[in-house]
Nanobody
Framework: QVQLVESGGGWVQAGGSLTLSCAAS????????MGWFRQAPGKERAFVAG????????YYTPSVKGRFTISRDNAKNTVYLQMNMLKPEDTAVYYC????WGLGSPDSTYEYWGQGTQVTVSS
């Protein structure tokens, strides 16, 4: 089992920045690829960014590439999502998730999820 707890959400004006954190406990954090997902009101949950177990490889959905940065600190069992140049369409509940299959595996392989943190971007 891996327990995940997100923090860092909040309200920000368009163009602003936020950094989300996801603290993990339980099984060896360094064995898992990690992902950030988001769910906007009335929409399905969608992949935002992912990072492999070493932190050397990352992947972003096109709408956030160049604005968001995913990183991890395996010594602190934490994954981060730095979000810059935020837009109102980034408003959503953001979730972190753990995947033992590796970065690039289908979203359905993310087996451990946090409870989510709300990000609201006003225009």
């Amino acid at each position: 089992q891996v327990q995940l707890v997100e923090s860092g959400g909040g309200w920000v004006q368009a163009g602003g920045s936020l950094t989300l954190s996801c603290a993990a406990s339980g099984r060896t954090f360094g064995n898992y690829a990690m992902g950030w997902f988001r769910q906007a009101p009335g929409k399905e949950r969608a992949f935002v960014a992912g990072i492999n177990h070493t932190g050397r490889t990352t992947y972003y959905t096109p709408s956030v590439k160049g604005r968001f940065t995913i990183s991890r600190d395996n010594a602190k069992n934490t994954v981060y999502l730095q979000m810059n140049m935020l837009k109102p369409e980034d408003t959503a509940v953001y979730y972190c998730a753990a995947n033992a299959w590796g970065l690039g595996s289908p979203d359905s392989t993310y087996e451990y999820w946090g409870q989510g943190t709300q990000v609201t971007v006003s225009s």
